[in-house]
Every structure is written in structure tokens, then in C-alpha cells.
């Protein structure tokens, strides 16, 4: 099996072109609020549930071209899924406002940095 990205609500074919996911960063934002009793050494605290993870994917491409045409598919507004051999990877995601970074990696592959949220 090989990572595969799907553009969904659209027909197409995977980014058949991705070798895999090179890296993956992500974090979980809580946002419980811990607010000091007045006179008290004690706190309120109301609960919320963690944000869907978001973060940073570096998909790894063999030529330059493949990695301009998967930059080129993602900055479509579209959700997208990642199926990864990895399965705690595998996501529905769109992208997040930030900067899509193709670069070269070394002589002969390219990757694209994706930062990314979870719609799953």
C-alpha cells in the first residue's frame, strides 16, 4: 500500500505521484478556561473538548514536477482525504491558512510542506 491523497467532491484520480508522508507535526489546541476563585485558593474551571488536530505535512515527491502539480491541486478549496500506511495519519483535511512549501530535498526529491486541519 502507498499513501494516497483524494481532492473529495470532485472525481479525480489520487495525487498518484506521492511517494508517502515524509514528516508529520501536528497538535491538539484545548481550550479549558481556569479562572481563580476570589478569596479562595481554590479554581473554576469549565471544560471544553480539544480542536481536531492540525499541523504540518511534508509529502515527499520524486521530480519537481509531481510536486508542483500536487501544490498546484491543494490550493484548491476542496477538503481532502489522506489514506497513509500509517493508519493514526490517515485524515479528511483541508488546508489551513499558512504557506504551501514545495522544495527540493536532495538531488533527486522533492517535498511539499502542507500545514493542515482535520475535518474528520
Given at each position: 500500500m502507498t499513501d494516497t491523497i483524494i481532492r473529495n467532491s470532485v472525481p479525480t484520480a489520487p495525487i498518484a505521484?506521492?511517494?508517502?508522508?515524509?514528516e508529520y507535526d501536528s497538535s491538539l489546541r484545548v481550550e479549558?478556561?481556569?479562572?481563580?476563585?476570589?478569596n479562595?485558593?481554590?479554581?473554576n474551571v469549565t471544560y471544553r473538548p480539544a480542536?481536531?488536530?492540525?499541523?504540518?505535512?511534508?509529502?515527499?515527491?520524486?521530480?519537481?514536477?509531481?510536486?508542483?502539480?500536487a501544490v498546484a491541486l491543494l490550493r484548491t478549496s476542496y477538503t481532502f482525504t489522506l489514506t497513509a500506511d500509517v493508519p493514526?495519519?490517515?485524515?479528511t483535511f483541508v488546508v489551513r491558512p499558512g504557506d504551501l512549501r514545495p522544495r527540493q530535498a536532495g538531488r533527486k526529491v522533492w517535498?511539499?510542506?502542507?500545514?493542515?486541519q482535520d475535518v474528520t
Open positions: 505521484s506521492l511517494l508517502f508522508v515524509a479549558n478556561v481556569v479562572r481563580p476563585v476570589l479562595s485558593t481554590g479554581h480542536q481536531n488536530r492540525a499541523g504540518t505535512l511534508a509529502l515527499l515527491f520524486a521530480t519537481a514536477a509531481h510536486a508542483w502539480a493514526e495519519l490517515s485524515m517535498t511539499v510542506e502542507v500545514p493542515f
